[in-house]
Nanobody
């Protein structure tokens, strides 16, 4: 099965930036990021599918977060700018072997594999 490993989480001040990375042990064509804050349900953040290059973002992060792919390193990254305290959560990488329609990227049930998560804490 596909093993996913997230990295890059940490503690930052409000307005700061962080970049998360997710390394996949096997080839995939769809990857996304979800997050779960204390006492809250898991929510979609961003997703990417290739080779079409289609992407999708949650309204709450549009204009602040960017998802991208590094083919050589077999990883996807989530660049997070203008971080807010409400962004504090455990961020999970998710993947699916097959390509996907952009409209499906926001559905957690669509993904097959999940990482263990990396903590992002934004102080006020």
């Amino acid at each position: 099965q596909v093993h996913l490993e997230e990295s890059g989480g940490g503690l930052v001040q409000s307005g700061g930036s962080l970049t998360l990375s997710c390394a996949a042990s096997e080839r995939t064509h769809t990857m996304g990021w979800f997050r779960q804050a204390p006492g809250k349900e898991r929510e979609f953040v961003a997703g990417l599918t290739w080779p079409s290059g289609g992407s999708r973002y949650a309204d709450s992060v549009k204009g602040r977060f960017t998802i991208s792919r590094d083919v050589a390193k077999n990883t996807v990254s989530l660049q997070m700018n203008g971080l807010k305290p409400e962004d504090t959560a455990v961020y999970y990488c998710a993947a699916k072997i097959n390509r996907a329609l952009v409209s499906y990227l926001s559905s957690a049930d669509y993904y097959e594999y999940w990482g263990q998560g990396t903590q992002v804490t934004v102080s006020s």
